[in-house]
């Protein structure tokens, strides 16, 4: 009788099997392999599917996409923006419109980037002789078609692998895929701090773009000649099934259950609200306008302490009244968190639930993006 190792695939028969489906099973083509969250773009937390404009750097579309601007409002963000089918087998996209046909300056940025932490990224082995090849791949469409670019970079911008691809037929799901071959110098941080970027180009100017194909300093945005986006008055980019994987080869996009993929969204940011009398937690008064919150709990261990902040109409009850929605301070780690906050017509000692005030739009939520 055969024994199997515990880590051991086997196929229908119980013996031991080399391949499932044509593809030879490795630690990195099967379950997390994908260093991309979000990259099916299901979790939008902030806006709830609906159409932001860009002003600056922030977040404020799908969960972990993070958006670029050196001028503000020159295109929108949406989930799902202009109601297209998306790819087959997936049911979201992200999506950019251009609000202008601006011309872009040679120090012009504009982009979309997720930023990968260091722990995801430290078996890459980038920076050593050791480094592993990468493939970056993603289905894209665009009213606009011709060269397109991006980069892959590391935080300090010493080391920047600029890269191209190609849409050729407009308003057209087109999948895409980049080789690169790991960087073997530089610093990519290895802990819960900002290592890898993952940038893909709306138009950046000479200053910021650089050659195609092969790793450059310089703090480079995007490669030299690619399309820029918000350079067509109502131009849609349109992108969703974004992986980057080790190895030499696109393999198909590794698909989460959905709690899994919202789950690791919310180690780097949480909302709560929705509901018009939603809680966000329970407290005693500990002096005649002050009412501190007992321990909230986050919902998975974060990145790192949370910054804590509400909006819309809140309210403290029974009987009290929320005087703003600043929090006077807070006490955090990564897994659990009080504040205070400034109410009138409480009682020393008294408990008292602070929450939404039958506002639907009214929110709490602790922050720990990259």
Known sequence: MSTLAVDAIVDSSNGN?????????????TMGKNRIINGAMEIDQRSAGTSTTVTGNSYVTCDRWQTFSS??????????????????????????TSLSSYSISSTDIF???????????????WGTSDAKTITVSFWVRSSLTGTFGGVVRNFAGTQNYPFT?????????????????????????????????????????STYSGTA????GGNLWSA????????????????????????SVATEFERRPYGTELALCQRYFWKWGGDPYTPWGIGSCDNANV???????????????????????????????LSSN???????????????????????????????????????????EL
């Open 17 to 29: 099997t080399a391949t499932i489906n044509g593809a030879t099973p490795t630690a990195y083509n």
């Open 71 to 96: 001028q503000a409002s020159k295109y929108s963000v949406q989930q799902n923006a202009g109601s297209v089918t998306p790819p087959a087998g997936f049911s979201n996209y992200l999506g950019v």
């Open 111 to 125: 982009n979309i980037t997720q930023i990968i932490e260091g722990y995801n990224t430290v078996d890459l082995a």
């Open 165 to 205: 691809y190609t849409i050729n037929s407009a308003n057209t799901w087109e999948q895409k895929s980049i080789t690169i071959a790991g960087s073997t110098t530089g610093t990519w941080i290895s802990g819960n701090g900002r290592s890898l970027y993952l940038m893909i180009n709306l138009g950046t100017g």
């Open 213 to 216: 194909g092969s790793w450059a």
């Open 224 to 247: 030299t000649g690619a399309t820029s986006v918000v350079g067509t008055s109502g131009a849609t980019f349109y992108i969703t099934g974004v992986q980057l994987e080790v190895g």
């Open 291 to 321: 009412s501190i919150v007992y321990f909230l709990q986050c919902p998975v261990p974060m990145r790192t302490s949370p910054t804590l902040s509400m909006g819309g109409a809140n309210r403290v009850f029974p009987g009290g009244s």
């Open 326 to 368: 600043t929090l006077p301070y807070s006490q955090r780690t990564n897994q659990t968190c009080y504040f205070g906050i400034s109410a009138t017509g409480v009682a020393l000692n008294n408990a008292y639930i602070v929450g939404a005030s039958n506002d639907t739009s009214a929110y709490f939520q602790g922050d720990a």
